[in-house]
């Protein structure tokens, strides 16, 4: 039954199609009242590919969230799926610095957040003496309490900005962080064994 509606439907669609180009648009013998007004031609517009898709179409984008169990599943495993056993960790190290525990060749967590306040606190000094809205184009030197500046050449400080800190340097933060290191490499070929207990 829906076949042949379906059928009824697309020959009478034809037949409007056929008589729309016949008398033209709108047909003037079939309409009722009918007010002349000269068609425009339309312009020929070039579509772009952001007209055709817009915004809606989102490929490759998962539908649904993954519930905690599937995300428990996936991380540690299932008797019933794969199992992932806990393996513990035989890779820690003690900090010879400060003596927390952290993973061997990585750094120390205690440590690195010391050095990251110190940093911000520079940080803010800088932009508290130099404003945050202007770009920092020149070497920026941090002086500590008690500090001086080196016995160099006048033409080595121009153009460098100093800012003073108010605190002592901590023992931990070097003075010379990005200064090469004066001692000269080894030439021996010996190599020592390490981790022998």
């Known amino acids: 039954m829906i076949p042949r509606l379906t059928y009824v439907i697309n020959i009478l669609k034809n037949l409007e199609r056929n008589i729309i180009q016949s008398f033209g648009y709108p047909p003037k013998e079939l309409a009722l009242a009918y007010a002349h007004q000269k068609q425009v031609p339309r312009q020929s517009t070039k579509?772009?590919?952001?007209?055709?898709?817009?915004?809606?179409?989102?490929?490759?984008?998962?539908?649904?969230?993954?519930?905690?169990?599937?995300?428990?599943?996936?991380?540690?495993?299932?008797?019933?799926?794969?199992?992932k056993m806990l393996v513990p960790k035989t890779n820690i190290a003690i900090c010879n610095e400060c003596g927390h525990h952290h993973e061997r060749g990585r750094l120390c967590g205690n440590c690195y957040k010391r050095i990251e306040t110190e940093t911000k606190e520079i940080q803010a000094k800088i932009e508290e003496k130099l404003g945050n809205n202007k770009p920092i184009e020149n070497d920026v030197i941090v002086l500590y309490d008690g500090e001086k500046l080196p016995d160099e050449t006048k033409e080595f400080w121009q153009g460098k900005r100093i800012v003073e800190m108010k605190k002592e340097r901590p023992q931990w933060f070097s003075k010379n962080l990005l200064q090469k290191t004066t001692q000269q490499p080894s030439d021996s070929k010996d190599v020592k064994p390490t981790d022998l207990a």
């Not at 898709?53 to 794969?82: C, H, M, N, Q």
């Open 47 to 83: 579509f772009t590919l952001k007209d055709l898709v817009g915004d809606g179409i989102l490929l490759a984008v998962p539908k649904f969230r993954r519930t905690v169990e599937k995300r428990w599943k996936r991380k540690f495993g299932s008797p019933d799926y794969v199992w």
